[in-house]
């Protein structure tokens, strides 16, 4: 997918889901990071395990950069959107969705990326929340 397709879908959801407070799993080149905070006024914490994040310094004061890996290094919080976009295969997209849930607050949204990927597909296809909105291969489930 071309990366203008995929910043627009996204905006799409942000807009759909309004949310104030975003975890983020998988920060990269920070796309979606940029599309969340230019589309909305709300806080994002990002969790990726990479050293080259220099993209991280540029968010502004409402992003926050967590250096580490998900599971184990998601903040204990709630949340009310939750962007998995990290590993992409089936055990971790698994492990991703058991310790967000947690996260999530009432009615709060969790969506994931690359619904397209057959071990994506297969781990969010057993999720039990409602599925509300796919816009390309983003798609979204809320609480
Ligand atoms: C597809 S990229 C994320 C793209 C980003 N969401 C965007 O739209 O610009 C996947 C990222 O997930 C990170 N990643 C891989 N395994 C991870 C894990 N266990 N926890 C957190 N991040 C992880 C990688 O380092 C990589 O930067």
Request: overall charge negative; some cysteine.
């Amino acid at each position: 997918m071309e990366h203008q397709e995929y910043y627009d879908n996204l905006i799409k959801v942000i807009k759909k889901v309004k949310p104030t407070k975003e975890l983020e799993i998988g920060l990269a080149w920070g796309e979606s990071a940029q599309a969340f905070l230019n589309n909305s006024e709300g806080s994002l914490i990002s969790v990726d395990p990479e050293d080259n994040m220099n993209i991280a310094p540029g968010l502004g004061e409402r992003h926050t950069y967590i250096k580490g890996y998900s599971p184990q290094s998601l903040p204990n919080d709630k949340f009310d959107w939750i962007y998995v976009d990290g590993a992409h295969d089936y055990g971790s997209v698994k492990a991703d969705i058991k310790a967000c849930l947690p996260l999530l607050k009432k009615k709060g949204f969790m969506c994931f990326d690359d619904y397209n990927m057959p071990d994506v597909r297969r781990a969010v296809d057993e999720i039990t929340l409602n599925k509300v909105s796919e816009e390309g291969n983003i798609v979204c489930f809320q609480s």
